[in-house]
T-cell receptor, first 114, second 115 residues
């Protein structure tokens, strides 16, 4: 089954403790992206990757890092999480960087930073 | 910078009522337009998309949307809603010539359909 898989689904942690949210897709998609969803703000793009070893900042990249060493994986790293990063995070992928390619979303990861 | 506005944050209606959700975007260039739906506790799913051609597009589950270029709008409609349409709906815009496949989302509209 074609899917985007995120782990963990839920995480409660404390300020400053490094964490990684994994994202994996099995559709051989080139383009992957991370969004955060906050009430009333919709989804905002954090980082994106157009292919292996090619990543770039989205609209709200501060406090986050990503890597794309393999085509299927696109982990999101919070080196020193802070309470303002408490949010619902979605990973998405699409076949290519072309703007007419619909994005496929993972089930989301709810992070609470205390 | 481009932005997407959804006029209603919350909509409550009864089954069989008609639904229309407004969406306006601020960018003057060529865009691709999407509506996504998020059912409670689930990920976003594509409802419909507009790239070119007929400005009235039909999507899944009886939804349709009309692109009006002069009004920078892409409103979503359904003639008769069901309880199962309770969800949050997001309008999204994608610039044709942007770097990468970047979606800009509206703030979302929570729709509650009462049985």
């Amino acid at each position: 089954e074609a899917q985007v898989t995120q782990n963990p689904r839920y995480l409660i942690t404390v300020t400053g403790k490094k964490l990684t949210v994994t994202c994996s897709q099995n559709m051989n998609h080139e383009y992957m992206s991370w969004y955060r969803q906050d009430p009333g703000l919709g989804l905002r793009q954090i980082y994106y990757s157009m292919n292996v070893e090619v990543t770039d900042k989205g609209d709200v990249p501060e406090g986050y890092k990503v890597s794309r060493k393999e085509k299927r994986n696109f982990p999101l790293i919070l080196e020193s999480p802070s309470p303002n990063q408490t949010s619902l995070y979605f990973c998405a992928s699409s076949l290519s960087r072309s703007s007419n390619q619909p994005q496929h979303f993972g089930d989301g990861t709810r992070l609470s930073i205390l | 910078a481009q932005s997407v506005s959804q006029h209603n944050h919350h909509v409550i209606l009864s089954e069989a009522a008609s639904l229309e959700l407004g969406c306006n975007y601020s960018y003057g260039g060529t865009v691709n337009l999407f509506w996504y739906v998020q059912y409670p506790g689930q990920h976003l799913q594509l409802l419909l998309k507009y790239f070119s051609g007929d400005p009235l597009v039909k999507g899944i589950k009886g939804f349709e949307a009309e692109f009006i270029k002069s009004k920078f709008s892409f409103n979503l409609r359904k003639p008769s809603v069901q309880w199962s349409d309770t969800a949050e709906y997001f309008c999204a815009v994608n610039l044709i010539k942007a770097a990468g496949n970047k979606l800009t989302f509206g703030g979302g509209t929570r729709v509650l359909v009462k049985p």
